[in-house]
């Protein structure tokens, strides 16, 4: 009896366990889970890529072909310190990228190195090409061998040197990766098409990023053909090619620059409406004085067009000729002499060249006059009647056929180049 007496009191003691806290009995169940229930209200962090698409868990190798979103990722590379608006300077241009931030992407930065070939060194060939992705880690970079005998390095400015080319690959091994890397991909450059000519290749302008080229840029550096040490300078606030150039540097320049504009830019693209410059993305582009630049391009030259050495020519003459005859119109000795030129002129077109006998000359206007005055002076008279017409006639042929006769010796001789006057 006291055997089951002790199994009866011990019964309720085991009866009472499931009376107890849910959460203590949890525990006792499973001793060895260390991972406490999420609280509520509070949301589970998601992990993001590179193109700012959020996933369930944090992919080891997701697609590279992502659309990188401006700013994303950057927060958490900074430790939380940066603002979500502003550019991760520091971490474009150098060489801290996370784990994440090494994969190639959509958007590509490019720049190329060249020496000089031929006499003097004044052609140029590639030299070297280095590619970075939308957060400045290198994804190539390649010395070219040249096809050509190298006769100037350009060491001062292309940071290249003989060491360099010499076991380096062929143009065309690294003409080859270049386009495999660059292929439907967004590729950004300052002034891309030198870089693009001499790797012998070409990209669809839609997915061309000329930084040389944007409108809001060039208004910042006031000219059409900005530098990209200025644009540095401008937008960042950094100093770059310093020394010797590295295109490696020049890429992530280039990329940190774009990155700046890159809302307003793929928004003018997208809607064909005129791009504006941002200024809320580095410390430098906010300290701006507005009033001072212009925001959306350089305006348009007001200086007149040059003209061509024929048009030059012909505006030459057309003054010169104004001018004579402005001139001549007051000059009044001119005006005289052009008038006695004139008199001359037709004095000289009634003259007899020549002597004709066969034809009767013409009555000398005297002899007429003469003898009108003795008709006056007969009929006053009372004279006679007056002759008639054809004894008038032959009157006059007679004494002007007198007036041609003569020794003709003594006659002026005509003078010597006449015809010239």
């Not at 062929?170 to 790797?199: M, Y």
């Not at 005129?274 to 410390?283: D, G, M, N, Q």
């Not at 037709?346 to 206007?365: C, I, M, Q, R, T």
């Amino acid at each position: 009896m006291a055997k089951s007496k002790g199994s009866a009191k011990a019964a309720p003691a085991a009866a009472a366990a499931p009376s107890s806290n849910w959460k203590a009995l949890k525990q006792a169940l499973r001793p060895g889970t260390d991972s406490p229930e999420k609280p509520k209200g509070v949301k589970r962090k998601r992990a993001r890529s590179d193109d700012g698409s959020e996933v369930a868990e944090p992919a080891k190798s997701s697609s590279s072909k992502g659309k990188e979103r401006e700013g994303e990722g950057d927060v958490a590379a900074t430790g939380g310190k940066l603002n979500k608006k502003e550019l991760p300077i520091a971490s474009i241009l150098g060489n801290d990228q996370a784990g994440w931030q090494q994969e190639v992407g959509q958007y590509l930065a490019i720049d190329c190195e060249m020496v000089g070939v031929g006499p003097e060194g004044v052609e140029s060939t590639l030299a070297r090409v280095s590619i970075v992705n939308y957060h400045g880690a290198v994804m190539l970079d390649r010395f070219v061998r040249p096809r050509e005998k190298v006769t100037d390095y350009r060491t001062w400015v292309s940071g290249v040197r003989e060491e360099d080319l010499r076991n380096a690959p062929s143009f065309a091994e690294v003409q080859k990766e270049v386009a495999a890397l660059i292929k439907d991909r967004i590729l950004i450059g300052h002034a891309i098409s030198n870089d693009t000519t001499v790797l012998l290749l070409s990209h669809p302008w839609g997915l061309t990023r000329d930084t040389a080229k944007y409108a809001p840029l060039q208004g910042l550096a006031k000219t059409k053909k900005p530098g990209l040490k200025t644009l540095a300078k401008l937008v960042l606030g950094v100093d770059i090619q310093s020394g010797e150039h590295s295109s490696v540097d020049d890429a992530r320049a280039t990329m940190a620059i774009y990155r700046s504009q890159k809302t307003a830019w793929e928004d003018s693209l997208r809607t064909h409406s005129k791009p504006v410059l941002v200024t809320s993305t580095t410390p430098t582009l906010a300290s701006l004085d507005l009033n001072a630049v212009s925001t959306t391009g350089v305006k348009k030259s007001l200086k007149p067009k040059t003209l061509g050495i024929a048009a030059t020519m012909r505006h030459v003459r057309a003054e010169q000729e104004a001018e004579r005859a402005a001139a001549a119109e007051f000059d009044e000795e001119a005006a005289e002499e052009r008038s006695r030129k004139k008199a001359r002129k037709e004095e000289e077109s009634d003259l007899v060249l020549g002597f004709d006998y066969d034809v009767a000359p013409k009555p000398v206007p005297a002899v007429q006059a003469t003898k009108e005055k003795k008709e006056k002076e007969f009929k006053g008279k009372g004279g006679k009647k007056a002759p008639g017409v054809e004894e008038t006639v032959n009157k006059v042929k007679k004494v002007a056929g007198r007036a041609f006769k003569g020794d003709l010796e003594k006659r002026p001789r005509s003078k010597e180049g006449w015809w010239e006057e």
